[in-house]
DNA sequence: TATTATTGTAACAAATTGATACAATAACAA
DNA sequence: TTGTTATTGTATCAATTTGTTACAATAATA
């Protein structure tokens, strides 16, 4: 984040970007059971979208990635992955429409040779954190940017779709691995404390199936990544669950 | 692969590429016990260097990483899946000195703006296949094309030493997802037929370590992707082997 | 007909995972 | 106080998977 953003609408050359290749993100937010992603809808446009955006010339790319997830969506301080590059010509094509549009929306000139125009290669970021924690605010060229429920996606722009899918899988497979540094940053996915139920919430949310509470509760905790706390007192009419909390780094083998 | 492919050295202006964008292929190569690596040095230069590329700007991604193979080492019909995308802005200066060698080795003009010494991110593929079926030919721009023991590979321009480790690291993960597309083409790693200890010695040459003979077995026939042939005569001193195929697709569930 | 090397698989132990059961409570209601 | 209820932590046992050893089968060769 060393230079101070360019703003994007009075850039009619794409001046200071890499060319040709574009960043998108998708960000899955968790909250009690429900798994959303973070999409914004572009100014006078029906058109939902991943928030995206370009690299800077001098900028590393896993910097572009943080910095555009914060231009667009008021996001920072969250771990974001690598899963894929998307470089079919097709996508050119499917870009178009939409691109045009909304830059129509912006007042822009849609002339055919605009750079916006030209055909991206983008490659996919992807992030886990707690929407309600994490609150999207809209960028000067959206309207919207929220959170919306996977099990009811809008249909998105161009090939933004597939991206969430893949993105989807790649998060099933490496949740084990990623969890805690998904949770060490802001809008962590658990509090600070957490019960054992709320933790296998999550997994069952994001793995889209339901775990077996004496066995992924032995796994968790011969995982040896918790250390156990005082008990909570929930109100509720039942023993007080322990609360837990991730092992910190320094105390880890 | 649309398109001729463009001759490098007379294109001064990178014409007909995505600029900034290339691709870089870490080929493994395995026979007998012996994992290496595919590598190039570039004329009059002591400069090692995974081969790589540039995409055409009709070309998919995919299908760009096909090309490159077959124009730099000349094997073809292999299958490449990428791995990662390696984008700091750090890389730009560690191709400086090496990419200028390379030009001036060339005949070519190192003005301080050519394209070539621009910025750019490389999208890394791999591949595993038999070397001794996939014999590379040098093209214009390399002295020399060849495998290289991966115990001692020599020490590798810019950061493709960093693109190996990685790419190996993900080899080993999906060995067993990618295994049989990895076979399935030119210069696959494994005869038509084969023992159950050839397939066992692939899989402790890639993996690094020696695998338990029964439970390998087990594992392996479980899996339901063999199909049992004829026993094979070797000459050998010794009860002989069944020999194995890969259950054809049509065949599997 | 032994000998040797290697293979296929059985056999058993050890470890992991799956499923069920049960004791231990917080809160609440009678 | 004393049940009642819901939920948690863990024990228990079964089922499955994995790790290890053992052994019979058997080509080539001496």
Same mark, same amino acid.
């Given at each position: 984040m060393a230079e101070p953003p360019i703003p994007k609408v009075s850039n009619p050359t794409g001046q200071g970007f890499l060319p040709g290749l574009a960043i998108d993100l998708v960000i899955f937010g968790f909250h009690e059971g429900q798994l959303k992603v973070l999409l914004l809808e /572009?100014? $006078?446009?029906?058109? @939902?979208?991943?928030?995206?955006?370009?690299?800077?010339?001098?900028? $590393? &790319? $896993?910097?572009?990635?943080?910095?555009?997830?914060?231009?667009?969506?008021?996001?920072?301080?969250? *771990? &974001?992955?690598?899963? *894929?590059?998307? !470089?079919? /010509?097709?996508? /050119?094509?499917?870009?178009?429409?939409?691109?045009?549009?909304?830059?129509?929306?912006? !007042? +822009?000139? =849609?002339?055919?040779?605009?750079? +916006?125009?030209?055909?991206?290669?983008?490659?996919? %970021? %992807?992030? &886990?954190?707690? @929407?309600?924690?994490?609150?999207?605010?809209?960028?000067? +060229? =959206?309207?919207?940017?929220?959170? /919306?429920d996977f099990v009811k996606l809008p249909s998105l722009m161009q090939d933004h779709g597939v991206m969430v899918q893949k993105a989807l899988e790649t998060l099933r497979i490496s949740l084990d691995h990623n969890l805690i540094s998904f949770n060490r940053w802001a809008a962590p996915l658990l509090p600070e404390t957490f019960t054992m139920g709320e933790l296998q919430n999550l997994y069952e949310t994001i793995l889209g199936q339901k775990l077996h509470r004496s066995g992924f509760q032995r796994k968790i905790l011969g995982s040896e990544i918790l250390e156990r706390l005082e008990k909570k007192y929930s109100g509720g009419a039942h023993k007080a669950p322990y609360l837990y909390r991730f092992t910190p780094e320094k105390a880890r083998s």
């Open positions: /572009y100014q $006078n446009t029906d058109l @939902f979208a991943l928030p995206g955006g370009f690299i800077h010339t001098t900028e $590393n &790319l $896993n910097d572009a990635a943080r910095r555009i997830l914060v231009e667009r969506t008021g996001l920072h301080d969250i *771990y &974001l992955e690598q899963f *894929y590059v998307f !470089g079919d /010509y097709a996508r /050119y094509d499917a870009a178009k429409a939409p691109m045009t549009a909304i830059m129509r929306a912006k !007042g +822009l000139t =849609s002339a055919e040779d605009h750079w +916006l125009l030209r055909r991206f290669v983008s490659i996919g %970021y %992807y992030a &886990l954190v707690d @929407f309600t924690k994490a609150i999207p605010t809209p960028d000067v +060229l =959206s309207d919207t940017c929220g959170w /919306y």
